[in-house]
């Protein structure tokens, strides 16, 4: 079996600032994926960034990027240069060989102008 | 933007109507699934298909049902509705391999 846990239910920032969401996750396997997707409100949910397990390079998309620590079980989420359109809810979600898709229960974030 | 689509996105039904929620993808996905979202809330996968004719049940128990006729289409029905079925309905897809989650913009269902 495979867990997601997000321990911020809602976080908010200030445009322009930084900020840093968490997620620790829990498998038996070795051989996994992790993502971040990210749901505007009423809008489709898309993938902001994903991370191989057996890469020790931590994953950058442009303004966001990945805190992988296999060892601990932490896949945090960093977005910089904070900007309005961030607003969203944020899935943290693991899958391992052969199994499904398992997300964590998300974070609401709020980008204050 | 990923090529799948959901319709309707809103629908607001009385009790006991027989609804069908429309997924067609053109990406060619043999894997599609369907998600129950409240609002705000974590994603429970109700439904998933690995191809045609295949069809297998989520982790969260749900009384709709669904079909796999074509590889492009995916819906997903409810018999006789009630307003604990009222949710949000995400549909997927993904290609071969570890490729990501392809969503469409979901059905907010409501009943009455």
């Known amino acids: 079996a495979q867990t997601v846990t997000q321990s911020q239910p809602e976080m908010s920032v200030q445009e322009a600032e930084t900020v840093t969401l968490s997620c620790t996750y829990d498998?038996?396997?070795?051989?996994?994926?992790l993502f971040w997707y990210k749901q505007p409100p009423s809008r489709q949910m898309i993938l902001v960034i994903r991370?191989?397990?057996?890469?020790?390079q931590n994953a950058t998309e442009n303004r966001f990027s990945v805190n992988f620590q296999k060892a601990a079980k932490s896949f945090s989420l960093k977005i910089s240069d904070s900007q309005l359109g961030d607003t969203a809810m944020y899935f943290c979600?693991?899958?391992?060989?052969?199994?499904?898709?398992?997300f964590g229960g998300g974070t609401r974030l709020m980008v204050k102008p | 933007e990923a090529d799948i689509y959901q319709t309707p996105r809103y629908l607001v039904i009385g009790t006991g109507k027989k609804i069908t929620l429309e997924c067609s993808q053109t990406?060619?996905?043999?894997?599609m699934y369907w998600y129950q979202q409240d609002p705000g809330m974590e994603l429970h996968l109700i439904h998933y298909?690995?191809?045609?004719?295949?069809?297998e049940k989520g982790d969260l128990s749900s009384e709709s049902t669904v079909s796999r006729i074509r590889t492009e289409h995916f819906p997903l029905t409810l018999e006789s509705a009630r307003p604990s079925h009222t949710s949000q309905y995400l549909c997927?897809?993904?290609?071969?391999?570890?490729?990501?989650?392809?969503f469409g913009e979901g059905s907010r269902l409501t009943v009455l």
């Open positions: 498998t038996s396997e070795n051989n996994y994926y």
């Open positions: 991370q191989e397990a057996y890469k020790q």
């Open positions: 990406m060619g996905h043999d894997k």
């Open positions: 997927a897809s993904r290609p071969p391999g570890f490729g990501e989650l392809f």
């Open positions: 979600a693991i899958r391992a060989v052969g199994n499904m898709l398992t």
């Open positions: 298909s690995y191809g045609v004719n295949s069809t």
